[in-house]
């Protein structure tokens, strides 16, 4: 067991059966994927809609098991894990969805974050120090007596961040938890999942926004299933040939000003980096 | 046709403590073939607004009516009056509308519409295809799957074709693009100017994409707390007017916006851009005369 590694998924292929018939052709959802997630990186996973991001997130958790490969979550087999002890599994690795809608639980914004420890057994003093903490994370303290339908969309977003955090996990994957917010609403989701990288966590994170991809140390791009490109985002940025990309506005200015005599360095893919380089 | 939404004001649970104004006297005149786009915070009365001018919702005072070529007026909503011919020439296209496909094939989906309206098998038919055309779709290749089983993109493409198989004069779309994939993204767009040019009908964009606003709108309406802020073409809003957008917490498109954090990091930059070019110029021409 490599003891670097918080995520390991080894040639993982899945097939989802969805109706039964022999006769159907088994499509594959996931196509002999492999990658390594380190404890503390940030990674951010691209591709189309239908490319198998939101599939290969749910292996990350037990959620999918593989139909064949395996994927091991701090060195623990998810296939066996899951027999034996799937809350291991989902205390070490949390996931956020794109529709808080569908993540929220209780009436009161306090009782839906203590949800998740409550049901893993914490002492209730615990409890209650990892709500306020988690709620104080995601700057939604003041609101914790409240009632979920009274708030924004992105507000819901981060109780169901909190209610995640909660859980303390190592790892937190999040399938683009930003889809259906105002800009706003996916300002405040992004500056929460930096501050949860800066304090440690891993964090995966899987979006449409390539502004968003910018922020991690490493890019995977999928597409129909298969892994395509794993690398920093200044080197998935500058291939061509990724159709499903759009470059981030950063990315492209860098370019434009490059071909114009100004020498902007290559590993600038941000708009505050591009900013600051600019100003000095 | 053109809409002329008049002293338009609508109130939710009027009376009761959680009374909402979510229109407050809006008054915007919306010309034919038109391109308008309608940005604002979630919950600063974009979706309201939209509805009444497709006279699904009735307001509590004011008016939206539609003026034909020759002048005629036809109320599309008033309090205690809501007009179905006037419906249907304004089609609206919701959030997610790939929710309400519902039909066995593309083809009686995308005729649903046309049956409602009292059109022939044959009509249906015609118009239904001539639809699925103008989303970039084959109706002898497409028509008889499911529209199930289609991509994201192309299930979108699908209940946006059910829409324009009604032949509106105005077409609706309530953030078209949200949750697609960038290439989905452009192609709905692309496509939403292109039917724009082709037929000729007025098209009304709500949106949180500055950037698509600033690209393709004619005109840009701005939301805030049920009031209508401010209107304009993009270069106004974006350009002479984007420090009083910011100032209501709203984003500029890349380029101006870039420009303006330049600006607060203290170089010398014009703010007043709006492309991407016009942006990258100003930047070299600054930072070259930094520079040297």
Redesign the interface.
């Known amino acids: 067991m490599d003891s670097d590694l918080i995520i390991q998924i080894k040639n993982v292929s899945y097939a989802y059966l969805d109706d039964g018939d022999p006769t159907t052709e088994e499509k594959l959802a996931l196509d002999n994927v492999s990658f390594d997630v380190k404890r503390g990186e940030f990674v951010a996973i691209v591709g189309s809609n239908g490319s198998g991001k939101s599939t290969i997130a749910k292996h990350m958790n037990a959620l999918l098991l593989p139909t064949s490969g395996s994927v091991l979550v701090d060195g623990m087999d998810t296939k066996e894990a899951s027999e034996t002890a799937p809350w291991e599994i989902r205390r070490k690795v949390g996931m956020v969805f794109q529709n808080p809608d569908n993540q929220l639980v209780s009436s009161v914004v306090e009782d839906d974050v203590a949800f998740g420890p409550e049901n893993i057994g914490v002492p209730s003093d615990e409890i209650r120090r990892r709500v306020d903490e988690a709620l104080r994370l995601v700057d939604m303290y003041e609101h914790r007596k409240k009632g979920p339908h009274l708030l924004s969309g992105g507000q819901k977003q981060r109780i169901a961040i909190a209610g995640v955090i909660a859980m303390d996990p190592e790892c937190v994957v999040f399938d683009e938890p930003t889809a259906m917010l105002d800009p706003k609403g996916r300002r405040e989701i992004m500056e929460i999942i930096e501050r949860l990288h800066s304090q440690g966590r891993t964090v995966i994170l899987i979006t449409h926004f390539m502004e968003e991809a910018a922020a991690a140390d490493r890019i995977i791009v999928m597409g129909n299933g298969k892994l395509l490109v794993d690398a920093p985002p200044a080197d998935v940025f500058s291939r061509d040939d990724l159709g499903v990309l759009n470059v981030p506005f950063a990315v492209s200015m860098a370019r434009k000003l490059r071909e114009n005599g100004i020498d902007v360095p290559a590993d600038i893919v941000t708009e505050k980096k591009l900013a600051e380089f600019l100003c000095r | 046709m053109q809409i002329r939404v008049e002293d338009l004001s609508m109130i939710y649970n009027p009376g009761l403590p959680y009374e909402t104004r979510a229109l407050d006297h809006i008054s915007v005149d919306i010309k034919p073939g038109e391109f308008v786009a309608i940005i604002g915070?979630?919950?600063s009365g974009k979706t309201t607004l939209v509805q009444q001018i497709a006279g699904l919702l009735e307001p509590t005072s004011g008016r939206v009516v539609a003026v034909a070529e020759d002048g005629t007026e036809t109320v599309i909503s008033e309090k205690g009056k809501a007009s179905f011919a006037v419906r249907r020439k304004v089609g609206i296209v919701f959030q997610y509308p790939e929710y309400q496909l519902f039909e066995e094939t593309v083809l009686k989906d995308v005729c649903f519409g046309p049956k409602n309206q009292g059109l022939s098998e044959e009509e249906q038919i015609e118009r239904a295809k001539t639809a699925l055309k103008l989303v970039g779709m084959d109706a002898d290749e497409i028509g008889g799957e499911s529209p199930f089983e289609l991509?994201?993109?192309q299930k979108r493409r699908v209940a946006i074709a059910g829409v324009l198989a009604m032949d509106p004069e105005v077409l609706i779309l309530d953030e078209p693009t949200?949750?697609?994939?960038?290439?989905?993204?452009?192609d709905i767009l692309r496509m939403i100017d292109r039917i724009q040019d082709d037929r000729n009908i007025t098209i009304i964009l709500v949106s949180?994409n500055?950037d698509d606003v600033a690209e393709y709108a004619d005109t840009v309406l701005v939301m805030n707390k049920g009031s209508l802020f401010m209107q304009g073409d993009p270069r106004y809003v974006y350009c002479e007017r984007g420090r009083e957008l910011k100032s209501v917490?709203?984003?500029l498109p890349?380029?101006p916006g870039?420009l303006e954090?330049?600006q607060d990091?203290?170089?010398d930059v014009d703010i007043e851009k709006l492309t991407?070019d016009e942006?990258?110029e100003e930047?070299?021409r600054v930072?070259?005369k930094k520079w040297q």
């Open positions: 915070h979630t919950g991509s994201g993109g949200a949750g697609l994939d960038p290439k989905g993204h452009d949180h500055m917490g709203l984003d890349a380029g870039f954090d330049l990091l203290g170089l991407f942006t990258a930047i070299i930072v070259k």
